[in-house]
């Protein structure tokens, strides 16, 4: 029986809205600063500078830019976005000379944090005309992220939320990446919780919490064309998959509130 938590920080309603400022600067981010920039020939370097300037001219903290290397001895993340093109899952590093081609699909993830409150999202965008396999890949993935937004709203417990994901990415023959899970957020971009996109089975006392009021988490599918197995690079921080085929990512931070899940990181009209 999975080992069920009630979390340990829960936000209240001003929190919840002051959390909304620096969501919705990472909205207009990936919406109003990357999304008109992606297209053939531009480099990552290229976007992670304007989103650099983006969060500089509002006044907000980028969280990427230094963050810690897991891995002892490893350097800290260098950049304000990650950025993954194709077979690269997560934690890709913009370069000057890493530039998108027509065909590509492209994972853009960045955060902020505005008056000590963080702000998280992620989402997959196509570069020009993409061939159906990427096309359904983007949907499920997507899709498999605003599920687990509305069931958020019907469910008592986390675990409940992954079942479905899970299945409904298995259902279109794609792959739920298991070595990276989404997080809780507030003051710190990653809190105490972990948030899995799959019902982990191998530790006796599965990742479990309660869904209630006040719970604030950041929830990131990302999903393999092919197998769930992934590898980091020699830089220390880019992730692929072990087969070389593709996966995309979107991610938004979701806050429990009276009324049901509210997407912070939406655009001013509600827009995913």
Aim: glycine share 8%.
């Amino acid at each position: 029986m999975a080992m069920l938590r009630s979390p340990r920080q829960l936000r209240s309603a001003r929190e919840i809205a002051a959390m909304r400022r620096p969501g919705l600067l990472v909205w207009q981010a990936l919406q109003t600063v990357v999304a008109p920039r992606i297209r053939p020939g531009v480099s990552t370097a290229e976007i992670d500078a304007a989103v650099t300037r983006h969060f500089a001219d509002h006044h907000a903290e980028p969280l990427f830019l230094n963050f810690p290397n897991a891995t002892p001895g490893g350097a800290p993340f260098p950049a304000v976005t990650c950025i993954s093109l194709g077979a690269e899952v997560v934690h890709g590093i913009p370069s000057p000379r890493r530039k998108l081609a027509e065909g590509d699909i492209v994972s853009i993830d960045t955060g902020c944090k505005l008056s000590g409150w963080c702000g998280d999202a992620a989402f997959t965008f196509p570069v020009g005309k993409i061939d159906p396999l990427k096309e359904k890949l983007l949907k499920v993935t997507q899709g498999v992220l605003h599920l687990a937004i509305e069931l958020m709203g019907k469910k008592q417990r986390w675990l409940e939320v992954a079942a479905e994901m899970e299945k409904f990415v298995r259902d279109h023959k794609f792959a739920v990446v298991e070595d990276f899970v989404g997080h809780s957020i507030g003051r710190e971009m990653h809190e105490d919780l972990q948030v899995p996109n799959y019902v982990p089975r191998r530790s006796p006392r599965n990742p479990d919490f309660h869904l209630e009021e006040g719970l604030v988490i950041a929830v990131e599918p990302m999903v393999n064309v092919g197998t769930k197995a992934v590898k980091t690079l020699a830089d220390g921080w880019t992730v692929v998959t072990k087969d070389g085929k593709p996966s995309a990512h979107f991610e938004h931070t979701i806050a429990l509130t009276s009324s049901g899940p509210a997407v912070l990181t939406a655009g001013p009209n509600g827009e995913l």
